[in-house]
């Protein structure tokens, strides 16, 4: 045994064994990978608070065990899963990318009134569910719940619009709803998702959907592309078809679920996105916004489709899709996936040519998209690089061998090639195991013999052939 010591867990409840000693987290039978499900990562180890935004207090009061259960609605997305997660991130960001969108970073938190004015106070988003808090100065301020406002307010703030335009900028990061948790619906949820911002052309509605779908596609998702368009806020166009449907909805109220009668006066739209049957029924016979769409918003709508054709996305039009954030204008769309069960929509988008002026900025067009990372890994996202990147495990035999395991890995590294070695004094069957564990392809073995003879023996673990590899020539042999 090492005198190093070994990493302690704050619990009385699992003292942690050495991992060669325990059929736990570091014996040779691996865990079946736990799928990210937050939903009851709570509820398992404590029950969720009156309130619903975590686990229960220790009623005893101090001092009691630390609550190790993370709040209701969030999870820790541990490994091997959390290989499959960054896999996920860098390839969207890297597809983004060969389109031109390049990366950008925004605070967590944002000035309350960035969602009140962008994403409007009648969303249910803005209304129900945002995590809002005063800071010690008492400042407004709010876990971003998305982050098209936030972009948008980064472009106006530095005046990225002046620059070149379209700006196009893509994010991967989490967003923090305090919605009923679900499977696929979390109150800290990631998105990827990318933004083009300054154009009017039908071209990059198109070329924006186009992104999304590949990447879709390339993370192995099937998904199917909903399309329909929401026209502007004018009186020839959706503001006027507004009147109808409120109409409408008035003269059919009784028909409606009571849940949706005051959707009448405070957005009347959302009723199309009602889950209630009885609201569904009238909805079939409600006027719809695409027979009622100026003749600018058709032109544009009967273009995006026209470019979607050439480009081989096929999409179902749907003209009861109206979206849940009160900046959308025109292109609305969204990526549904099978075998989610009701949380099915794996992204979401559209136009927002008002969103800018809503934050107090100039006119500046914009359109994008935000995909769920949470629902994609759920409905299967694969890839190959979604493992661990250690190439070889450096057995040390003896203690004189450690210091030469070290300096092997770090040179291995330094040559790009991953590796690991044993940290806590491990016989070297032990060791053998561990290597095993590390996901590795390759034992990378040094004692007394190899360092006299400047060689290393490699076992490759997979076929178990052994052979002797002089130490500068490793680095080749090891390159794949
Ligand atoms: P959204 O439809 O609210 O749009 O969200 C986009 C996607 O994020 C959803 O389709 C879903 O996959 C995922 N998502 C949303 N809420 C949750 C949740 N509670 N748990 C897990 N996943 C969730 C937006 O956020 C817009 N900002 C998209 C956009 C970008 N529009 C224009 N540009």
Same mark, same amino acid.
């Given at each position: 045994?090492?005198?190093?010591?070994?990493?302690?867990?704050?619990?009385?409840?699992?003292?942690?064994?050495?991992?060669?000693?325990?059929?736990?987290?570091?014996?040779?039978?691996?865990?079946?990978?736990?799928?990210?499900?937050?939903?009851?990562?709570?509820?398992?180890?404590?029950?969720?608070?009156?309130?619903?935004?975590?686990?229960?207090?220790?009623?005893?009061?101090?001092?009691?065990?630390?609550?190790?259960?993370?709040?209701?609605?969030?999870?820790?997305?541990?490994?091997?899963?959390?290989?499959?997660?960054?896999?996920?991130?860098?390839?969207?960001?890297?597809?983004?990318?060969?389109?031109?969108?390049?990366?950008?970073?925004?605070?967590?938190?944002?000035?309350?009134?960035?969602?009140?004015?962008?994403?409007?106070?009648?969303?249910?988003?803005?209304?129900?569910?945002?995590?809002?808090?005063?800071?010690?100065?008492?400042?407004?301020?709010?876990?971003?719940?998305?982050?098209?406002?936030?972009?948008?307010?980064?472009?106006?703030?530095?005046?990225?619009?002046?620059?070149?335009?379209?700006?196009?900028?893509?994010?991967?990061?989490?967003?923090?709803?305090?919605?009923?948790?679900?499977?696929?619906?979390?109150?800290?949820?990631?998105?990827?998702?990318?933004?083009?911002?300054?154009?009017?052309?039908?071209?990059?509605?198109?070329?924006?959907?186009?992104? /999304?779908? @590949? $990447?879709?596609?390339? &993370?192995?998702?099937?998904?199917?592309?909903? =399309?329909?368009? %929401? !026209?502007?806020?004018?009186?020839?166009?959706?503001?006027?078809?507004?009147?109808?449907?409120?109409?409408?909805?008035?003269?059919?109220?009784?028909?409606?679920?009571?849940?949706?009668?005051?959707?009448?006066?405070?957005?009347?739209?959302?009723?199309?996105?009602?889950?209630?049957?009885?609201?569904?029924?009238?909805?079939?016979?409600?006027?719809?916004?695409?027979?009622?769409?100026?003749?600018?918003?058709?032109?544009?709508?009967?273009?995006?489709?026209?470019?979607?054709?050439?480009?081989?996305?096929?999409?179902?039009?749907?003209?009861?899709?109206?979206?849940?954030?009160?900046?959308?204008?025109?292109?609305?769309?969204?990526?549904?996936?099978?075998?989610?069960?009701?949380?099915?929509?794996?992204?979401? /988008?559209? @136009? $927002?040519?008002?969103? &800018?002026?809503?934050?107090?900025?100039?006119? =500046?067009?914009? %359109? !994008?998209?935000?995909?769920?990372?949470?629902?994609?890994?759920?409905?299967?996202?694969?890839?190959?690089?979604?493992?661990?990147p250690v190439a070889a495990?450096?057995?040390?035999?003896?203690?004189?061998?450690?210091?030469?395991?070290?300096?092997?890995?770090t040179h291995l590294r330094a040559a790009g090639i991953g590796a690991?070695?044993?940290?806590?004094?491990?016989?070297?069957?032990?060791?053998?195991?561990?290597?095993?564990?590390?996901?590795?392809?390759?034992?990378?073995?040094?004692?007394?013999?190899?360092?006299?003879?400047?060689?290393?023996?490699?076992?490759?673990?997979?076929?178990?052939?052994?052979?002797?590899?002089?130490?500068?020539?490793?680095e080749d042999?090891l390159k794949p």
């Amino acid at each position: 045994m090492s005198d190093q010591p070994v990493p302690a867990e704050s619990t009385e409840r699992a003292p942690r064994k050495r991992p060669d000693q325990t059929g736990g987290p570091g014996s040779s039978q691996p865990t079946e990978p736990r799928p990210h499900d937050p939903t009851d990562a709570a509820a398992a180890i404590a029950p969720p608070a009156e309130d619903g935004t975590g686990g229960a207090p220790n009623p005893a009061g101090p001092p009691g065990p630390t609550e190790l259960a993370p709040p209701r609605g969030t999870g820790d997305v541990l490994p091997p899963e959390s290989w499959r997660w960054q896999a996920a991130t860098r390839l969207a960001m890297d597809s983004f990318a060969t389109a031109g969108y390049a990366p950008i970073e925004t605070p967590i938190f944002e000035h309350t009134e960035v969602f009140e004015r962008g994403v409007g106070v009648g969303s249910e988003v803005v209304g129900k569910e945002m995590y809002t808090f005063s800071d010690r100065g008492g400042r407004s301020l709010t876990l971003r719940p998305e982050l098209t406002a936030p972009v948008m307010r980064a472009v106006l703030g530095h005046n990225l619009h002046r620059a070149r335009l379209p700006v196009k900028l893509a994010y991967a990061g989490p967003m923090f709803r305090q919605e009923r948790p679900q499977k696929g619906r979390y109150r800290q949820f990631s998105q990827v998702g990318i933004e083009a911002i300054g154009s009017m052309s039908p071209a990059i509605d198109a070329e924006v959907i186009e992104v /999304g779908d @590949r $990447y879709l596609r390339d &993370a192995g998702v099937e998904p199917t592309l909903l =399309l329909n368009s %929401i !026209g502007h806020l004018d009186p020839g166009c959706r503001t006027g078809y507004l009147k109808l449907l409120t109409e409408y909805l008035v003269a059919n109220r009784s028909a409606l679920a009571p849940v949706d009668i005051e959707r009448i006066s405070l957005n009347p739209l959302r009723t199309f996105d009602s889950k209630e049957s009885r609201t569904i029924e009238v909805m079939r016979r409600a006027p719809m916004i695409t027979d009622h769409l100026c003749d600018d918003c058709r032109n544009h709508f009967d273009a995006v489709q026209s470019h979607l054709t050439k480009l081989d996305v096929s999409y179902t039009l749907d003209p009861h899709l109206v979206r849940g954030l009160d900046y959308y204008t025109r292109t609305a769309f969204e990526f549904t996936a099978g075998g989610l069960g009701s949380q099915n929509a794996v992204g979401g /988008g559209g @136009r $927002y040519d008002g969103l &800018a002026e809503s934050l107090g900025g100039q006119h =500046l067009p914009g %359109i !994008g998209f935000a995909l769920g990372l949470d629902r994609i890994l759920l409905s299967g996202f694969q890839t190959k690089d979604q493992s661990s990147p250690v190439a070889a495990y450096v057995v040390a035999i003896g203690s004189a061998a450690v210091e030469q395991a070290l300096a092997i890995a770090t040179h291995l590294r330094a040559a790009g090639i991953g590796a690991d070695l044993d940290f806590l004094d491990r016989s070297v069957k032990s060791q053998m195991k561990d290597a095993a564990r590390s996901g590795g392809r390759w034992a990378v073995i040094v004692g007394d013999e190899e360092i006299a003879g400047n060689n290393v023996t490699l076992k490759d673990l997979g076929t178990g052939e052994q052979e002797t590899v002089a130490r500068d020539k490793l680095e080749d042999r090891l390159k794949p």
